[in-house]
């Protein structure tokens, strides 16, 4: 019996410092196995093991974490600095958005007051129902039932010219420029 603690004592160091053997390991765990008193003496030293080396790991933990940092280059103004890119980045790219469809709609919009053709806009009230519309210049116009008002897109450069089929009630703005 004596041999076997001995034994038991020389494999569970082994284990313990990680240089134990293939053939070691499975005497080790035969000794578990055959015998009760050694499972719990395996149990406390292992336990004992781990209660003695947490803290070491707890206390080396931020300098690891640190030579981490420093090996895969971040530093904390190197977080910041990407942030401030990619947020500057992105609000370039909406501002650039932007600015593209607003020249986009001034160039098309420009000529198609060039190229003479009139494009119309047209409110068809339902029948049964009525409906305000507000006009580019401020003038309001209620439409009744089954009334149809157009007016171009061009309205208020030049003139302000609509055409009603129907019953509409215009509240017109003042402009002595322009008349309606």
Do not use: C
Request: hydrophobic share 40%; no cysteine.
């Amino acid at each position: 019996m004596q041999d076997k603690d001995i034994l038991f004592e020389e494999l569970m160091s082994n284990y313990i410092s990680g240089s134990i053997t293939d053939e070691e390991k499975v005497s080790l765990f035969a000794l578990l196995e055959e015998s009760d008193l050694y499972k719990d003496r395996y149990n406390e030293m292992v336990k004992l093991y781990a209660l003695l080396h947490v803290p070491a790991l707890e206390a080396q933990k931020d300098a690891r974490y640190v030579h981490l940092k420093e090996r895969l280059h971040i530093t904390s103004g190197t977080v910041l600095r990407r942030r401030w890119f990619i947020y500057a980045r992105n609000i370039a790219a909406v501002l650039l958005l932007m600015v593209t469809v607003s020249i986009g709609s001034i160039f098309t919009y420009n000529k198609l007051d060039e190229s003479g053709e009139q494009l119309y806009n047209e409110t068809t009230v339902p029948l049964g129902s009525q409906t305000k519309i507000l006009l580019p210049d401020g003038s309001t116009a209620v439409l009744n039932s089954g009334s149809i008002l157009k007016y171009p897109l061009s309205y208020g450069k030049k003139e302000r010219n609509v055409y009603l089929v129907g019953e509409g009630y215009f509240e017109v703005a003042k402009d002595a420029k322009k008349v309606f």
